[in-house]
C-alpha cells in the first residue's frame, strides 16, 4: 500500500487532495499547522473506512524540527513516503508592497516559498534512498509571471515555487532520476484562502469583479483534487506539470458565462 504526505491538508485542496488518495486505498499522512482544523480532517476522513492508515501531524511547514519529525515518524510507522505533496500556502492583504509590514513579507516567503524547499530538503534523501518517490509542488498566480496589484509577494513566491520545482526536477533526474518531480496548478478553488489573508488572518475584501471572474472560473477543490490526484496516480515522469484551468477551460467558461452559465458561489451585481 502507498503512502501519500500533504502538507497544509486540514482544508481545501490539500484536504480534498488526501480524500482522493485516501478513497483510492492509499495510506494518507494529513499534516498541518492549523491543530483543530486537523482533527475535524481525520475525523471526516475515517467516515469511509478505507482499508488505508491515516496518520496526522500538526507540522508547521517553516519549522525543520517539524518536518523532520514527520518523516522519521511516518517512515518508523509505514517503512516509505512514495509521493509528497508541497500544498501549505497563506494568500496576502491585497495591498501594495510599501503597505505590507515586514512580518507578513517574510512569513508569507517562509510559508510559501522556503516551506516548500524544506521539506523538498528533507524528503528527497528519502526517496533517493528508497530509490523511488515523487514530489510535487503547488503553483499559484505568479508562476506564469502574471502580476496583479495585491498579489506582489505571494506571485512572487509562487514563481520561485515553479523555478525551484524545475531545478529540483533537474537535480533528481542528474542524481539517478530515481524521484519525479512535478508541478501542479490548480487554477481558481473556492477555499478560505481567496478570501482571507495569511492563513486564517484578516478578510480579504474581494471586488465586485474578482467576485465575478471567481464566480465563471473558479471551481470547488474537489473537483480540481479528482483530476489531479487521477494525473499523479498515473504519471511516470520526472517534471511533469498538470494544468486544470487550461487556456480553452477559460475560454469555453467565459463564452458559457455570456449565455448566463455561471456559478454563484458569491452574490455580485456584475
Ligand atoms: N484557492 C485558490 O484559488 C488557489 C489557487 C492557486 C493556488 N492555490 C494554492 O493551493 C494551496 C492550498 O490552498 P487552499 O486554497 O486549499 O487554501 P486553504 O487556506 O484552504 O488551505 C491551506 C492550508 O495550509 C495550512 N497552512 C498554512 N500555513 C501553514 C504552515 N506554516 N504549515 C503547515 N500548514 C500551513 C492552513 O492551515 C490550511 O489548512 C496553496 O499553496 C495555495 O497557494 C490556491
Same mark, same amino acid.
Given at each position: 500500500?502507498?503512502?501519500?504526505?500533504?502538507?497544509?491538508?486540514?482544508?481545501?485542496?490539500?484536504?480534498?487532495?488526501?480524500?482522493?488518495?485516501?478513497?483510492?486505498?492509499?495510506?494518507?499522512?494529513?499534516?498541518?499547522?492549523?491543530?483543530?482544523?486537523?482533527?475535524?480532517?481525520?475525523?471526516?476522513?475515517?467516515?469511509?473506512?478505507?482499508?488505508?492508515?491515516?496518520?496526522?501531524?500538526?507540522?508547521?511547514?517553516?519549522?525543520?524540527?517539524?518536518?523532520?519529525?514527520?518523516?522519521?515518524?511516518?517512515?518508523?510507522?509505514?517503512?516509505?513516503?512514495?509521493?509528497?505533496?508541497?500544498?501549505?500556502?497563506?494568500?496576502?492583504?491585497?495591498?501594495?508592497?510599501?503597505?505590507?509590514?515586514?512580518?507578513?513579507?517574510?512569513?508569507?516567503?517562509?510559508?510559501?516559498?522556503?516551506?516548500?524547499?524544506?521539506?523538498?530538503?528533507?524528503?528527497?534523501?528519502?526517496?533517493?534512498?528508497?530509490?523511488?518517490?515523487?514530489?510535487?509542488?503547488?503553483?499559484?498566480?505568479? #508562476? *506564469? $509571471? %502574471?502580476?496583479?496589484?495585491? @498579489?506582489?509577494?505571494?506571485?512572487?513566491?509562487? &514563481?520561485?515555487?515553479?523555478?525551484?520545482?524545475?531545478?529540483?526536477?533537474?537535480?533528481?533526474?542528474?542524481?539517478?532520476?530515481?524521484?519525479?518531480?512535478?508541478?501542479?496548478?490548480?487554477?481558481?478553488?473556492?477555499?478560505?484562502?481567496?478570501?482571507?489573508?495569511?492563513?486564517?488572518?484578516?478578510?480579504?475584501?474581494?471586488?465586485?469583479?474578482?467576485?465575478?471572474?471567481?464566480?465563471?472560473?473558479?471551481?470547488?477543490?474537489?473537483?480540481?483534487?479528482?483530476?489531479?490526484?487521477?494525473?499523479?496516480?498515473?504519471?511516470? #515522469? *520526472? $517534471? %511533469?506539470?498538470?494544468?486544470? @484551468?487550461?487556456?480553452?477551460?477559460?475560454?469555453? &467558461?467565459?463564452?458559457?458565462?455570456?449565455?448566463?452559465?455561471?456559478?454563484?458561489?458569491?452574490?455580485?451585481?456584475?
Amino acid at each position: 500500500m502507498k503512502t501519500v504526505v500533504i502538507t497544509g491538508s486540514a482544508r481545501g485542496f490539500g484536504y480534498a487532495m488526501i480524500e482522493e488518495f485516501y478513497k483510492k486505498g492509499f495510506n494518507v499522512v494529513l499534516c498541518d499547522i492549523n491543530y483543530e482544523e486537523l482533527k475535524n480532517a481525520k475525523k471526516k476522513l475515517e467516515f469511509f473506512n478505507k482499508k488505508g492508515i491515516i496518520l496526522s501531524y500538526k507540522m508547521d511547514v517553516t519549522n525543520e524540527d517539524d518536518i523532520i519529525k514527520v518523516i522519521d515518524s511516518v517512515l518508523e510507522k509505514l517503512g516509505r513516503i512514495d509521493i509528497w505533496i508541497n500544498n501549505a500556502g497563506v494568500n496576502q492583504p491585497m495591498d501594495p508592497i510599501w503597505e505590507l509590514s515586514s512580518n507578513v513579507i517574510n512569513r508569507l516567503i517562509d510559508i510559501d516559498l522556503k516551506g516548500t524547499i524544506l521539506c523538498s530538503k528533507f524528503i528527497m534523501p528519502v526517496m533517493i534512498k528508497q530509490k523511488s518517490g515523487a514530489i510535487y509542488n503547488v503553483e499559484g498566480y505568479g #508562476s *506564469n $509571471n %502574471a502580476t496583479m496589484s495585491g @498579489l506582489s509577494i505571494y506571485g512572487t513566491s509562487k &514563481r520561485a515555487v515553479t523555478y525551484f520545482t524545475e531545478a529540483l526536477a533537474k537535480e533528481s533526474k542528474d542524481n539517478g532520476n530515481y524521484v519525479n518531480v512535478g508541478k501542479i496548478t490548480p487554477g481558481i478553488m473556492i477555499t478560505n484562502f481567496i478570501g482571507t489573508s495569511m492563513g486564517d488572518g484578516d478578510k480579504i475584501n474581494l471586488s465586485e469583479k474578482t467576485k465575478n471572474v471567481y464566480n465563471i472560473l473558479g471551481d470547488k477543490p474537489e473537483v480540481i483534487a479528482k483530476y489531479m490526484v487521477d494525473k499523479i496516480c498515473k504519471n511516470k #515522469s *520526472n $517534471n %511533469a506539470k498538470f494544468v486544470w @484551468l487550461t487556456t480553452r477551460r477559460a475560454v469555453f &467558461r467565459f463564452i458559457g458565462a455570456m449565455f448566463g452559465r455561471k456559478n454563484s458561489y458569491f452574490d455580485n451585481k456584475e
